[in-house]
């Protein structure tokens, strides 16, 4: 438990990474729901989210894992943090997909789709701070 008063709380340093887990979460539930996805479809709309998911969080980890001391550092760093923005927009284009497809309940994507975009908003923040840390 924090000792911060709630009013006082910020975004964590790692709210990105916190919220990608709530976003992999939530989708895994609803792409695997016979309600939203039919069986018949999970390898064209189940499997392929899942991956695109898999492919969000390898990114992120891989760029939060890079601990730039020098300009090429920094731009790998950044270069898959665009990654992981990049599997975000193919994540909603995917959704897009799911719901001209199948009959789906577009209020049942309220959730991912609020996820989705604090997601990017976040990894685009972190992307803009990402700079040379110094070697002290």
């Known amino acids: ?3 911060v008063l709630a ?6 340093e790692l709210e990105f990474y916190k919220n990608a887990c709530e976003l992999r979460a939530v989708l895994t ?3 695997m729901n016979e309600k939203n996805v039919p069986k018949r479809y999970k390898f064209v709309f189940a499997m392929p989210m899942i ?7 390898n990114n992120i980890t891989t760029a939060n894992t890079i601990y730039a001391l020098n300009e090429h550092e920094a731009q790998l760093r950044r270069d898959y943090q665009t990654k992981a923005i990049a599997n975000c927009e193919q994540i909603v284009q995917l959704l897009q997909y799911i719901t001209d497809t199948l009959t789906t309940d577009i209020n049942k994507l309220k959730i991912p789709v609020d996820l989705l975009k604090k997601e990017i908003a976040l990894l685009r923040a972190w992307r803009k701070s990402s700079k040379i840390q110094s070697k002290e």
């Not at 009013?7 to 964590?12: D, E, F, G």
């Not at 991956?51 to 969080?57: G, I, M, N, V």
């Open 7 to 12: 009013r006082r709380r910020s975004i964590s």
């Open 51 to 57: 991956a695109l998911l898999l492919d969000l969080f």
């Open 1 to 3: 438990m924090s000792n």
């Open 29 to 31: 539930r609803f792409v």
